[in-house]
């Protein structure tokens, strides 16, 4: 507990992305926070390169493919039990 305490002692602000502000970078790439000051607003941009994720993707699409194939699978497997148990 002592050393999460020296941890915080040395940071400045604290701030607590919420779920859709996450969502909000993932999807658009680009997330803008206004914090208020006693002084002055401060905007900070957080950006997030999407880019590079769309190509490990391509690279990995065989088996990605393979992968939701089983899940799908797996899915219409349980509907069709769920229905004849009906």
Known sequence: MEDKKKEYAEVNYNFNLTESMMEELHMEGKLEVRIEGEEED???????????????????DEKIISMLDDELDDYINRLTNSIKEL
Not at 42 to 60: G, L
Request: net charge negative.
């Open 42 to 60: 401060m905007v900070i941009s957080f950006t997030y390169n999407r880019e590079e994720e769309i190509i490990k993707d391509k690279s990995n």
